[in-house]
């Protein structure tokens, strides 16, 4: 009987710590796939931009305004030209700043994005 109950000890001892090492697994791997940066022994949850080179303008926003959220952000357009962004669907990010994998400031909160139109060869 004492044998039995050791191993029922052992084997649900093994469980617990498969689970915990699962569970420390997965958080790291969570916290990337939702765009934030965790900082060890922190609350830091700085933003990284996304690549939105070549997405239409309002997918890119969307994109952008995911990894921020519920923040509001400075989204600043470059046109060729100076031309007036009237309608984000009739527009290409053709570049972006910060760079894709930059963190995104907390002080400045401001996203600029390089706009073409989709017939275009040359970035504003």
């Known amino acids: 009987m004492k044998q039995r109950i050791m191993a029922t000890v052992g084997a649900s001892c093994a469980v617990v710590a498969v689970a915990a090492?699962?569970?420390g697994v997965a958080g790291p791997a969570a916290a990337a796939r939702d765009g934030k940066v965790y900082t060890s022994g922190s609350n830091d949850t700085s933003r990284v931009m996304p690549d939105v080179d070549g997405m239409v303008l309002k997918h890119a926003i969307l994109?952008?305004?995911?990894?921020?959220?519920?923040?509001e952000l400075n989204i600043g357009t470059?046109?060729?030209g100076d031309q007036p962004v009237m309608?984000?669907?009739d527009w290409v990010?053709?570049?972006?700043?910060?760079k894709k994998g930059a963190t995104?400031?907390?002080?400045?909160?401001?996203?600029?994005?390089?706009?073409?139109?989709?017939?275009d060869e040359t970035c504003a």
């Open 87 to 89: 309608n984000q669907e």
């Open 63 to 71: 994109a952008v305004e995911k990894v921020t959220a519920p923040v």
């Open 104 to 119: 995104i400031s907390h002080e400045t909160l401001k996203v600029t994005l390089a706009v073409q139109r989709p017939h």
């Open 78 to 80: 470059v046109a060729k």
């Open 21 to 23: 090492g699962a569970i």
């Open 93 to 98: 990010v053709c570049g972006q700043s910060p």
